[in-house]
């Protein structure tokens, strides 16, 4: 059990989806969910060319949070991580768990971080415990490079239902996105690594 000190807000709780910009999740259908799969698969290259250029002129924006260079309101704490509400949230409650060890993303990790990853989830679990989000509503998964913004290892931790629109909302729906692996599944291809050492 990881014990995190949990911050209170400063500032009353808000969604951070922008006004308007939210649709019922029952508004997007099956066929639309299935259709920004394909698209995902099929931006691949253009995602892949960005990352790289990405991660060799932008400054990672975790690592200097966690260095202390860029202030960021923290929601809890431990000794293993941080946890901050996303900026660009796709539901009521979208936190990131973002680990004090450098590890570039989801793929780097090896089978010494499955405590991290556990960490991790646990300290998910209480900060939105913490928030009022009720079990059933939980979502935790990680985002596939080069789908992802930052260079750094960082747990999405939502409330359902998604209510961002578009490619960024189905790119959280667990049972249609490629890039959206949820920490179950990590834990799993992580646990295999070892398995073949």
């Known amino acids: 059990?990881?014990?995190?000190?949990?911050h209170p807000e400063e500032e009353p709780a808000s969604p951070g989806v922008k006004s308007g910009s939210i649709i019922p999740a029952d508004n997007v259908t099956e066929a639309e969910k299935r259709q920004h799969a394909v698209m995902f698969r099929?931006?691949?290259p253009f995602f892949r060319l960005k990352w790289s250029i990405r991660r060799a002129t932008i400054p990672n924006v975790f690592m200097n949070i966690l260095a202390g260079k860029i202030k960021a309101t923290l929601i809890a704490e431990n000794?293993?991580?941080?946890?901050?509400?996303?900026l660009h949230s796709v539901s009521e409650n979208h936190l990131l768990v973002i680990p004090r060890k450098k590890i570039e993303s989801w793929k780097e990790c090896?089978?010494?971080d499955l405590d991290l990853l556990r960490a991790m989830?646990?300290?998910a679990m209480e900060a939105l415990t913490s928030l009022g989000v009720a079990e059933e509503a939980r979502a935790l998964g990680f985002m596939t490079p080069p789908y992802n913004t930052q260079y750094q290892l960082h747990?999405?931790?939502l409330e359902r239902p998604v209510t961002a629109t578009g490619l960024r909302g189905s790119a959280f729906d667990?049972?249609?996105?490629?890039?959206?692996?949820?920490m179950d599944?990590?834990?799993?291809?992580?646990?295999?690594?070892k398995a073949r050492t």
Not at 174 to 182: E, G, Q, T
Not at 185 to 192: I, W
Request: aromatic share 10%; proline share 5%; hydrophobic share 35%.
């Open 155 to 157: 747990l999405h931790a």
């Open 110 to 112: 090896s089978p010494e």
């Open 1 to 6: 059990m990881v014990t995190s000190k949990v």
């Open 79 to 86: 000794e293993h991580c941080i946890v901050l509400r996303d």
């Open 42 to 44: 099929l931006l691949y």
């Open 174 to 182: 667990l049972d249609y996105s490629p890039i959206f692996k949820s």
């Open 185 to 193: 599944y990590v834990q799993e291809q992580v646990a295999k690594k």
């Open 121 to 123: 989830k646990d300290t």
